[in-house]
């Protein structure tokens, strides 16, 4: 599964540590997120979610080998 947190982190202009505090994980895991070594929960999903106002399908997407 892809992401585009990195983008909408640009676009919303938030740091990974911001944004790791508002979901309430470490700076690192919205990092693995943003590298896709890290598939969040759907509760993480959907709170990532709501911060941007996008919906999930917005955020995260399959991979072609998914």
Same mark, same amino acid.
């Given at each position: !599964?892809? =992401?585009?947190? @990195? #983008? $909408?982190? &640009?676009?919303?202009?938030? /740091?990974?540590?911001? %944004? &790791?505090? !508002?979901?309430? +994980?470490?700076?690192? /895991? #919205? =990092? &693995? !997120?943003? %590298?896709?070594?890290? #598939?969040?929960? /759907? +509760? %993480? &999903? %959907?709170?990532?979610? @709501?911060? *941007?106002? @996008?919906? #999930? =399908? $917005?955020? *995260? *997407?399959?991979? @072609?080998?998914?």
């Amino acid at each position: !599964m892809k =992401n585009n947190i @990195k #983008v $909408e982190r &640009a676009i919303h202009n938030i /740091t990974q540590a911001k %944004l &790791a505090e !508002m979901i309430s +994980v470490s700076r690192q /895991t #919205v =990092n &693995a !997120m943003e %590298l896709n070594k890290y #598939v969040p929960s /759907t +509760v %993480l &999903a %959907l709170k990532i979610s @709501k911060i *941007f106002n @996008k919906s #999930v =399908n $917005e955020i *995260f *997407f399959l991979d @072609k080998g998914d």
